[in-house]
């Protein structure tokens, strides 16, 4: 199977790999996947607290090159963007931008469970502090 | 010397046709075409002829002690399907039980599974995790209904090389038919249907330097006298066990390829050793936690086969696909979408077998190839692995089993 020139692109130069310390305040942690389905995806956004815009995003991905394609898409796209605008971010958004075959559309799936996840562990962490949503 | 890109280290897929083959098949094509079973003009002599000779050569390769003992086929998988299919109606009377084992190809495997669904039992024998069959577990598995024992000679991804002629021992013992799909074997390590007992042996051109396309079953002559029903009917070729004209030119290619690697197998499995246990050495010395899959001192000479933790098979092939052929475990790779289930099979985690990574070697690789293949693969296995959030956890110590991960 041929790769797109995106994904490819994609694997060859991977944007914002990394890792942001967890309870840095204003970052939000997902880690989705799992080793034996072969794809485990981390991917963390970066909280400005003040005006709510993720400043900065980065993952690490185990797994094939769509799979490490769509999560380097996912930090590039959520950049910029603020909590609730990451949240409209869909899987096939990123098929269609990465042109992923039948085959590797579980890629891009895992992607956006890994945006929510990263989303709801923000929120999570940074509920506002009132009636009973006491911070984890 | 230059080196050549792409480079071939996929082996045990295919491999290129030796050009002395190709000479030799050349001349089948045009000027000697004539059909072998055209008994009555010189076209057809000569073309039975340079079938006979084939089929000399490919008798004496394997030990066999008649040429007539062998049946050409389309290739390794028709072999094997004629082998349990031809086996399982034609003994159905006598018993409906198959031994097999859970590391065949897929051909074996499939085929069992079709006589599974047509009323046979077939018993899977597993593996240890060392990649051999243990002869006592096929003793245990027999039956007093058991027809045949189907066991691999060498595995297509492992490249384990199992205790045949124990295995064809205890067959003779227990009056059992003895198949094994030798595809990966034949060429490449001492096969002698004679001092292994063997009764029925699969094998296949093109991973010997032949061309794609044609393949032969062994079927013993005398104890005991196999009889197989055919799968198609027709002309009766080939005793009456395979219909269809002969493919004279792919034969002739067959016997040439047979030929060159009974000559040279024993000088060239020790070059070719040497330039697998380089390129295992320069790898297992520099990546961490990479593990070799299969049993080290029973191996054919070409085969490598790692799995390295944390990264994912084909991301690994992705990064070095432009320049190198390899193939891998990893379910993306595969057709079924299932990672390598032989390698799942010895006991290693899934996660394993998605990370493994088979290097097969052949006669017209090089030092060179083999320095280039090794460097870049540490190189992009490093690169993955700062990717990799496995590698990043394992790390900071945290044991990934104790993760509990929402498997989709």
Redesign the interface.
Known sequence: MA?SDKV?EH?NN?RN?G?FTKDTPGVGTG????????????LQIKVNLETGVIEDAKF??????S??ASSSLATEWLKGKTVDEAGKIKNTDIVNELKLPP?KI?CS??AEDAIKAALADYKDKHAPQTAGAASK | MALKFPIFMDAQSTTPCDPRVVEAMLPYFTDKFGHPASRNHPFGWEAEAAVDAGRGRLARLIGARDPKELVFTSGGTEAINLALKGVAEMYREKGTHIVTTVIEQRAGIDVCKRLERQGLQVTYVPVQPDGLIDVDEIRKAVTDKTILISVMFANNEIGTIQDIAAIGKLAKEKGILFHTDATQAVGKTPVDVEAMGIDLLSCTAHLVYGPKGVGALYVRRKGPRVRLAPLFDGGGHERGMRSGTLPVPLIVGFGRAAEICQESMVEENRRIARMRDRLQDMILSSVDEAFLNGRPDRRLAGNLNISFAYVEGESVLMGLNKETALSSGSACTSATLEPSYVIAALGASTELAHSSIRFSLHRFNTDEEVEYVGQRTIEVIKRLRDMSPLYELAKEGVDIKTIKWKAE
């Open positions: 790769y490819v694997y991977p790999v890792s880690l989705v996947g799992a080793p034996e389905c072969g794809d485990v995806m981390k690490k991905t185990f797994g094939c090159g799979a490490i085959v579980h799936v895992l």
